[in-house]
């Protein structure tokens, strides 16, 4: 049976369940629809523009540090992006944008343009509400990632709030998102998937932003550990670096494969019709990979307090 005359009020229920792991994989993802990263030069603060810095997602650690050596490629032109409303809109956008073109001749009636226009305008005010809230909790963990010790515990309960919410912001977008295919009839969904055939994947080898997210949080945790074991003695200094140098090599080790299933998401969500249940068993296999990313680095940073706190 095609996708399209699938039940969608249990691929609705289905996708609740791994909404968590989606919000996670299109934070950081790249891809064609890119969430984006930092770009400074180091010992700088980064400067974005207005227009970027007035949208809801755009967050900007307060301290750059001499251990961050910067990202790949394209992440270099890209303001950090930490949470993902503006990513979702953008994706149902596009979606939106290609039906009504009328060079790929779907053909669609005035009902359903009015129909879309109006389920993207719904979508948008409830992800406004959800995405204020998001920013919220992440600047209290801005706040806490860069303090002079960090309270661990905290840490984890932040995250376990921050990926509530954008669990609530990932369901908001796949309802979203398959009600918008759902508007199309049988032979406006089979022109779709068939132009999906010849869809060129995206291609690039930029590690997921994620990765380079927590390796400047990482770099400003050790300057600060830095600064104040400047009276220490040099076995303290060698398990300090040791911790250091083994959290990096972690966090890069789980971010690769975290790239390759963030990669794989994206491939699907490019498609001008999307497989909803192939996506769905891609964040079945990339979740676990997502929350162990998280819960490392949340340990390693851990490992970079001054040894009186931890």
Same mark, same amino acid.
């Given at each position: 049976?095609?996708?399209w005359e699938k039940d969608w009020k249990s691929m609705d229920r289905m996708f609740r369940k791994v909404y968590g792991i989606l919000a996670g994989v299109l934070l950081f993802a790249g891809g ?17 523009r207005w227009d970027e810095a007035r949208t809801l997602s755009r967050w900007v650690v307060p301290a750059q540090s001499l251990g961050w050596v910067g990202v790949q490629g394209r992440e270099r ?94 369901? /908001?977008?796949? %309802? !979203? &998102? =398959?009600?918008?295919? $759902?508007?199309?009839? #049988?032979?406006?969904? +089979? ?82 019709? /999307?497989?909803? %249940? !192939? &996506? =769905?068993?891609?964040? $079945?296999?990339?979740? #676990?990979?997502?929350? +162990? ?18």
């Amino acid at each position: 049976m095609p996708i399209w005359e699938k039940d969608w009020k249990s691929m609705d229920r289905m996708f609740r369940k791994v909404y968590g792991i989606l919000a996670g994989v299109l934070l950081f993802a790249g891809g064609p629809l890119p969430a984006g990263a930092a770009t400074a030069q180091a010992n700088v603060a980064p400067s974005l523009r207005w227009d970027e810095a007035r949208t809801l997602s755009r967050w900007v650690v307060p301290a750059q540090s001499l251990g961050w050596v910067g990202v790949q490629g394209r992440e270099r032109e890209k303001p950090m992006t930490v949470t993902p409303g503006n990513r979702f809109l953008e994706i149902l956008g596009t979606h939106a944008h290609w039906y009504f073109d009328r060079r790929n001749h779907l053909a669609l009636s005035e009902r359903q343009k009015h129909r879309i226009v109006r389920l993207l305008i719904r979508t948008r005010d409830r992800l406004v509400r959800l995405d204020a809230r998001d920013l919220f909790l992440v600047q209290r963990f801005e706040a806490a990632v860069a303090s002079p010790s960090v309270d661990i515990a905290e840490m984890g309960r932040l995250n376990e709030r921050i990926g509530a919410v954008e669990g609530e912001e990932a369901g /908001v977008f796949m %309802g !979203a &998102l =398959g009600s918008l295919q $759902k508007v199309l009839l #049988p032979d406006q969904r +089979r022109i779709a998937v068939a132009m999906g055939h010849d869809t060129i994947p995206p291609l690039s080898v930029d590690l997921s932003g994620a990765v380079f997210f927590a390796d400047r949080i990482l770099s400003i945790r050790w300057n600060l550990l830095q600064n104040a074991m400047s009276s220490g003695g040099k076995e303290e200094k060698s398990r300090a670096l040791a911790a250091y140098e083994k959290g990096r090599k972690e966090i890069l080790f789980l971010g690769t494969e975290k790239t390759v299933w963030d990669k794989k998401a994206d491939d699907l969500m490019s498609q001008p019709f /999307v497989d909803l %249940g !192939a &996506l =769905g068993a891609v964040e $079945k296999k990339g979740g #676990p990979v997502e929350a +162990r990313f998280w819960e490392t680095f949340i340990k390693v940073v851990g490992t970079l307090n001054p040894a009186s706190v931890r």
